[in-house]
């Protein structure tokens, strides 16, 4: 008998399936907390959410997933958290690298990578160049990332490169910002998906997403399935993406 979720993917126009899917999880401590569990079995359970929408994506085509994993001000949480997720974190990374391997996922990260604890960040850019050559999909985890960290980056980016000679203000151009983000060589998000009710965009690629269809959803993040996924890719397929054009110029 056919799932759920193998009757929504028929559903899907293959042709139409967004190139790059970008994921704002949300909701780990409130599903910990309505299971009366630890909010850290939120996040544990949370990794599940991971395979099942890379697993997902990865079904139907999309290129780029990427997820918001740790902002900026997700620092700022309680120490024993901040120390359990990036735990969860390294242990994540060991035990999942043969699979994404087997399934030629490149790993890609985006943020103030720096800030991560050494031992966390060398097992990243390890498992970031174990899968360099991987072409199937490519997951971009944002770590210690925030949109208005990354824009300011760029601009002192920008400063520094016309100080240098390298560029004149004549030359900043939409290609010059793109270039000189986190995200240089991504394409930019189609669809952007949040969980667990919240309908903001929390200084997750601002820049990235000025055309993204936006989907929200009631499931908390543990829940989330690639059904679910499957469903935002259904209804972004329904939407007439216009770029600022009439609707019949983009018909035509
Ligand atoms: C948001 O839920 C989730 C996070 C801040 C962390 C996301 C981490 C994972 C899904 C697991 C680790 C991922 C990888 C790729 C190894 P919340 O804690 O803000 O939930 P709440 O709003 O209900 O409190």
């Given at each position: ?50 395979r099942e929408t890379l697993t997902g994506a990865g079904e139907v085509g999309v290129k780029y997933l990427t997820l918001y994993a740790f902002s900026t001000e997700n620092w700022n949480r309680p120490q024993a ?150 469903r935002a890719i259904l209804d972004y397929q329904q939407r007439e993406r216009r770029f600022g054009l009439v609707s019949e110029q983009v018909k035509a």
């Open positions: 008998m056919a799932s759920e979720h193998d009757a929504l993917r028929l559903a899907i126009d293959a042709a139409r399936v967004p190139r790059h899917v970008a994921v704002i999880m949300d909701g780990n401590g409130r599903w910990a907390e309505r299971h009366g569990e630890h909010r850290m079995m939120g996040h544990a359970n949370g990794v599940n959410a991971v958290e901040v120390e359990a997720l990036m735990d969860l974190l390294v242990r994540t990374l060991t035990s999942e690298l043969d699979s994404l391997n087997e399934n030629r996922v490149r790993l890609n990260a985006i943020g103030d990578l720096d800030k991560l604890p050494p031992d966390c960040l060398r097992l990243l850019r390890e498992a970031m160049a174990s899968t360099a050559g991987n072409d199937r999909i490519t997951l971009t985890l944002a770590l210690s990332y925030s949109a208005r960290w990354e824009l300011m980056r760029m601009a002192r980016r920008m400063a520094e490169d016309v100080q240098h000679g390298l560029l004149s203000a004549a030359d900043v151009d939409e290609s010059a910002v793109a270039a000189r983000l986190a995200t240089a060589g991504l394409p930019d998000p189609e669809l952007l998906i949040r969980t667990s009710g919240e309908r903001r965009i929390s200084n997750f690629l601002l820049w990235q997403i000025a055309y993204a269809e936006l989907w929200f959803t009631d499931t908390l993040w543990p829940d989330f399935t690639r059904a679910d996924l499957y």
